[in-house]
């Protein structure tokens, strides 16, 4: 069984930090990409990060702004993303999701991902 299973969401404070980390089991982790969503209420699901296991590379959606960082741990199958200056409009369900780095997926493409977790939720006030 595929599964991801998101933790580390919470409450934090204007300027605050979270380590976000998504658990990996049932796929071969090192051949596939893994990312970071975010959806708040009312707004569309965008990409927040991604990693290509397979190469190493990492990319950053907009709203990482320089303040966010996703790493993986090879040992125990795991990537995390560590948030720092967070901000109220970083207020958002956050999940993890994998692909099959197939031709021409798109790493900020939710519709290319098939393994999805639950979300994890993070508030964040003023």
């Known amino acids: 069984q595929e599964q991801l299973v998101e933790s580390g969401g919470g409450f934090v404070q204007y300027g605050g930090s979270l380590r976000l980390s998504c658990a990996t089991s049932?796929?071969?982790?090192?051949?596939?990409?893994i990312a970071w969503f975010r959806q708040a209420p009312g707004k569309e699901r965008v990409g927040v990060s991604c990693?290509?296991?397979?190469?190493?590379?990492?990319f950053y959606g907009p709203p990482a702004k320089g303040r966010f960082t996703m790493f993986r741990d090879s040992v125990d199958k795991s990537v995390h993303l560590e948030m720092k200056n967070l901000e109220p409009e970083d207020t958002a369900v956050y999940y993890c999701?994998?692909?099959?780095?197939?031709?021409?997926?798109?790493?900020?493409?939710?519709?290319?991902?098939?393994?999805w977790g639950q979300g994890t939720q993070v508030t964040v006030s003023s």
């Open positions: 999701a994998a692909t099959v780095p197939f031709s021409d997926y798109d790493c900020w493409n939710a519709a290319d991902f098939g393994i």
């Open positions: 990693h290509r296991v397979y190469t190493g590379d990492t």
């Open positions: 049932g796929f071969r982790f090192d051949s596939y990409a």
